[in-house]
């Protein structure tokens, strides 16, 4: 079993820049595909990005790709999303979450069996 907690979420202006870490327990974090997704309010959840067990793969959302990065460190269990170039659609709440196989469908959030509690990004125009 996986626990994930993120951080790093917080309010900046169009433009600017955030970077937000999952610290995941459990020694087992490498066999992982790991994915991060959003949520604004009255809205559902949706994808935004997803990396494989290796970082050999990534994966974006349209609407976040060019803009944002997922990597990950293995020995740290730590994976990260940088964003630039926020914009005021981007304001939701960020979740990571976590799947103990390869990914078939990596956009969908079925597809992760743990999740952490979310932060709370706000970009302000």
């Known amino acids: 079993q996986v626990q994930l907690v993120e951080s790093g979420g917080g309010l900046v202006q169009a433009g600017g820049s955030l970077r937000l870490s999952c610290a995941a327990s459990?020694?087992?974090?490498?066999?992982?595909?790991m994915g991060w997704f959003r949520q604004a309010p009255g809205k559902e959840r949706d994808f935004v990005a997803a990396?494989?067990?290796?970082?050999?793969?990534?994966y974006y959302a349209d609407s976040v790709k060019g803009r944002f990065t997922i990597s990950r460190d293995n020995a740290k269990n730590t994976v990260l999303l940088q964003m630039n170039s926020l914009k005021p659609e981007d304001t939701a709440v960020y979740y990571c979450?976590?799947?103990?196989?390869?990914?078939?469908?990596?956009?969908?959030?079925?597809?992760?069996?743990?999740w952490g509690q979310g932060t709370q990004v706000t970009v302000s125009s």
């Open positions: 459990g020694r087992t974090f490498r066999r992982y595909a």
């Open positions: 990396i494989s067990w290796s970082g050999g793969s990534t």
């Open positions: 979450a976590a799947a103990p196989r390869p990914l078939a469908n990596h956009h969908l959030s079925f597809e992760y069996d743990y």
